[in-house]
């Protein structure tokens, strides 16, 4: 059985990989472009640890075929500073620590990025709801809610200015 | 050195630095247990039973040995048949023969999802193939999923030489009771007689699992010459080798294992599935293995913790003194003894000063996955119970619920019925902050309920190891044998800065492989701020003599005349002589010439670890026609000692108190007729999302521990412990009835308020 040759950018730069046709997009960032910093909390859908954005949208890439990122712009956790710049989002899950063993926290942030890319000033149920799909078993989730709320506040702030 | 110092005088413990590790968990570089890859690395998979109980007839791997690209299989027979041998190594009781048999099942299948073999092949699909063409032959036998339908004389046995331990006499025959433990204080006949009101109840609480979020993986790659490296997260890399070269028996100098990020434990990472089974097909294949398992296999083959049945009863006069209590606990311990039945008949009312006490408890076994540690191993389940009952006492004596609490609450003094007799504790201190808690006394609406319990956990300490190493330039590196799963490299850096008084940015932390540092238990117990930050104290303090004494000999007086502040050498009076300060730096400069690197190793074996109590309040509301149970408001009071870094600490109490919330209304093991467990997925093994929870406010309580230099006491355990108490609670006070039976979920709420 032959495997497909993908193209794609990732982050911003041209990637191409190898994949069978089972291979999820979850695979290939992390057995083929070795991208994993994006996680498998379940394969199945249901704990957004490998949470990526594809054209804009969030998925969960366990759920999406490698072979489906043909042509497709993907950004992943790698992608999210600026080089030694940190996004705001990272920097205030730093201050707040609203990461415990930092597990889930690639899955938060790209799902977090997503949000403020759509809705740059979100409640706090706004977040809780569109953050509901990540899993977080150390934190009871009250440090990650304030991290992206103060976030959502300085890059909006920011903007502003 | 055993000292308290004034909080006033610290500079570094108390502060909030940013995570030393943190920049790399937030731009997805740190590596995790499944993120490491080697050149020619097999992948392996394992074969499990769909049975919950059968004997193994026959396995015949011919069929998946031909298959392309399959190069080993192993079954039971390729590993040394282990004799029955009590050890602790992790964070309880382990028998190193149940432990083997766990790993890959010899004989029988005691539960769906056991291991019967493994396989390595060149890749995933190639591994899968060959799990299809392993064909293994059962009899299958009758099964036992309930423990206390396992206690039953006609239950299925599953050990026929398990016979119940801590009985007098000793039993004739076998049964699927692991063990008894009973143990008291006083009379508890005479303390029910002076009671003027008694409150009873039997509490059921289902099996839970740990639920972190990263599956178990590791990596193994065995040498010709037979020495070994394993990469891998666990809760303890220590433990890791002392399991797999005694399930292999292997020497323990030829096993290094190399602690990778570690995505949660809780518990569950305190004992081995994979890495054994990943070594011995290294060896078998002379490559590389790897091993990653799946969610499914995570909820059907590892943890989780005993579901239990808890019968409570208590005695009080009239004025709420505490007469007489009493409980029997019946704990799920799985397919092999070892619940944690024994900690929760300790805890069950540690948090009261009572008289006369009677608690009884049984390990029973039955065809579910063997049980492991999970936060407070125990705790959580009798204190469901217990606190439970002290609410329908506070109701029945029309009391406040913490002013009974207070009336009858441990404090430095009181003789616990376990045994030991508790040094300064803060209970009262932790009920006094509730108590004055806005939250306590805020306004509630319609349907809505408030509910308050507490918590106990002992804390350990044990044998850790840590070395402090001054670099040429002055900054410092902190080396532990402690994986860091919340934070503890953070604490580490920070309590040697302390001590050294120098800025934590200079002081870098690692978690050393187990052949780069003293042997260090595990990281479980709540004890590795205490204990392997006990170390880490003690070795910067030989570092800071060893500054002093270099900066005597350029200074060519008595290192009794030099004196350490704030990160430099002084003069340690006038007549020390007039020197400017010697800053750690300069003298770090100048180490070739005053007796070579300046370093400190320090390995201990702590005692002392202060117990720890929690209280917390739980606001409901009960949505009368669906059931469900919205938690409006919580707030998590705790003793911490003092805390090292505190937003690690409160994240400690948050996510401790969220997992007992989920405990207490979603998650169980659902189990079917024919024994098969029925959700092992996170959509139908419902963990907290955000979207459930207000925000979780930790007040923390500090009263130090006088046996660390710092004053920490553990506090990663008791936040799980009165979650349930206080959402039942809560329950209780809004819709007017008593939840027995976790979880309180909807259909269960329903259910109640139509009866
Ligand atoms: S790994 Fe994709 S949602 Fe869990
Ligand atoms: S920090 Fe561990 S799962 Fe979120």
């Known amino acids: 059985m032959s495997r497909h040759h993908v193209t794609a950018t990732v982050n911003g730069e041209p990637a191409e990989f190898l994949c069978d046709s089972q291979n999820s997009l979850l695979d290939a960032l992390r057995n083929e472009l070795r991208l994993t910093g994006t996680k498998e909390g379940c394969g199945s859908g249901d704990c957004g640890a490998c949470s990526v954005i594809v054209d804009g949208r969030l998925v969960c890439s366990c759920l999406m075929l490698a072979v489906e990122a043909e042509g497709k712009t993907i950004q992943t956790i790698e992608g999210l500073a600026d080089g030694d710049r940190l996004h705001p989002l990272q920097r205030k899950f730093l201050e707040h620590a609203a990461l415990q063993c930092g597990f889930c926290t690639p899955g938060f942030l790209v799902a977090a990025k997503a949000l403020l890319d759509h809705n740059p000033d979100p409640t706090e149920t706004e977040a809780r709801f569109w953050l509901a799909g990540n899993l977080c078993r150390c934190t009871g989730y009250d440090k990650i809610i304030r991290a992206v709320m103060d976030a959502a506040a300085e890059m909006r702030q920011e903007a502003a200015a | 050195m055993n000292f308290v110092v004034n909080k006033s005088d610290l500079k570094v413990v108390g502060s909030r630095p940013v995570r030393p590790d943190g920049v790399d968990k937030v731009t997805g570089r740190a590596q995790f247990g499944a993120d490491m890859a080697l050149p020619g690395m097999l992948i392996g998979r394992i074969k499990r039973s769909p049975h919950p109980h059968a004997r193994i007839v026959s396995i015949d791997t011919s069929k998946a040995l031909a298959l392309p690209g399959v190069k080993a299989v192993v079954t039971a027979a390729d590993f040394p048949d282990i004799a029955s041998e009590e050890a602790f190594v992790g964070e309880g009781p382990m028998n190193f023969r149940d432990l083997s048999r766990n790993c890959m099942a010899r004989d029988k299948v005691l539960y769906e999802g056991h291991a019967v073999a493994a396989v390595a092949a060149i890749s995933d699909a190639a ?154 097909l290294s060896r078998k294949t002379g490559r590389p293995v790897k091993m990653v398992m799946t969610r499914e296999e995570v909820f059907r083959a590892t943890g989780p913790t005993s579901g239990g049945t808890v019968e409570v009863k208590i005695g009080a006069k009239k004025d709420g003194t505490i007469t007489a209590a009493q409980a029997r606990l019946v704990f799920q311990a799985g397919a092999y003894g070892g619940s944690p039945v024994g900690a929760a008949a300790m805890c069950a009312f540690a948090c009261y000063d009572v008289a006369n006490v009677d608690v009884e408890g049984f390990d029973v076994v039955s065809n579910r996955p063997k049980v492991a540690a999970y936060r407070a191993p125990g705790a959580p389940i009798a204190a469901f119970a217990v606190e439970g009952a002290m609410d329908d006492l506070a109701r029945k004596l029309d009391m406040d619920p913490i002013a009974l609490r207070e009336k009858n609450g441990a404090k430095a003094g009181t003789k616990a019925a376990y045994g030991p007799t508790f040094p300064d504790i803060g209970f009262l201190q932790v009920l006094a902050a509730a108590k004055a808690h806005p939250h306590y006394s805020a306004p509630l609406g319609p349907n809505q309920g408030r509910g308050v319990a507490v918590g106990f956990w002992f804390n350990i300490g044990g044998e850790s190891s840590a070395s402090v190493f001054v670099n040429e330039d002055g900054t410092v590196n902190v080396v532990s044998g402690s994986p860091d799963i919340g934070g503890s490299r953070a604490s580490m850096a920070m309590m040697a800065a302390e001590v050294l008084g120098v800025p934590v940015e200079s002081v870098r932390p690692i978690v050393a492989d187990t052949a780069a540092i003293g042997f260090t238990g595990v990281t479980g117990g709540s004890r590795v701020t205490y204990a392997t930050g006990m170390a880490t104290v003690q070795a910067a303090e030989k570092v800071v003599e060893q500054l002093k004494q270099r900066a005597a000999l350029i200074w060519d007086i008595s290192p009794d005349a030099v004196d350490w502040k704030d990160g430099e050498a002084v003069p340690a009076g006038a007549n020390a002589g007039g020197f400017d300060p010697l800053p750690l730096a300069a003298i770090a400069l100048k180490a070739a010439k005053t007796g070579g690197p300046i370093t400190a190793e320090v390995s201990i074996n702590a005692q002392g670890a202060g117990p720890g109590f929690g209280a917390h309040i739980c606001d409901v509301e009960v949505d009368p026609e669906t059931g469900y149970t919205t938690i409006l408001r919580y707030t998590a009071v705790q003793d911490v000692g003092r805390a090292i870094h505190p937003s690690y600490v409160e994240g400690q109490i948050q996510g401790g108190a969220v997992q007992g919330i989920g405990w207490a209304l979603n998650e169980e093991y659902v189990y079917d007729g024919k024994g098969m467990l029925q959700n092992p997925g996170f959509l139908d093994y419902r963990v907290p999302v955000a979207s459930d929870l207000p925000m979780i406010e930790p007040v923390l309580v500090e009263v130090p521990n006088k046996r660390h230099p710092f004053g920490v006491r553990g506090v990663g355990e008791v936040p799980i412990v009165p979650p349930m108490g206080a959402v039942g609670n809560a329950i209780r006070a809004a819709i007017g009835q008593r939840m027995h039976d976790l979880p309180m979920s909807p259909p269960r709420i329903r259910a109640a308020l139509s009866k």
Request: proline residues 5%; hydrophobic residues 50%; contains cysteine.
């Open chain 2, 127 to 280: 591994a899968e193939a060959a799990l299809d063409a392993i064909a293994v032959e059962y009899e299958v036998l009758p099964h036992v999923i309930d423990a206390e339908a396992a206690m039953a004389a006609d239950a299925p046995l599953l050990h026929a030489d398990l016979f119940t331990a801590g009985m007098e006499p000793k039993p004739t025959a076998p049964s699927n009771v692991a063990k008894r433990v009973h143990f008291g204080l006083g009379d508890i006949a005479a303390g029910f007689a002076a009671a003027e009101v008694v409150v009873e109840g039997r509490y059921t609480t289902q099996a839970v699992h740990q639920a972190y979020i990263e599956p178990h993986a590791c990596i193994a790659s065995a040498n010709a010459d037979g020495q070994s490296v394993i990469y891998g997260s666990s809760q303890g890399h220590f433990m890791v080798r002392a399991y797999v070269a005694k399930l292999l028996g292997m020497d323990m100098s030829n096993i290094r294992v190399v602690p990778l990020e570690i995505g949660g434990g809780f518990g569950g990472k305190t004992v081995v599935y994979l890495e054994p089974l990943a070594l011995q």
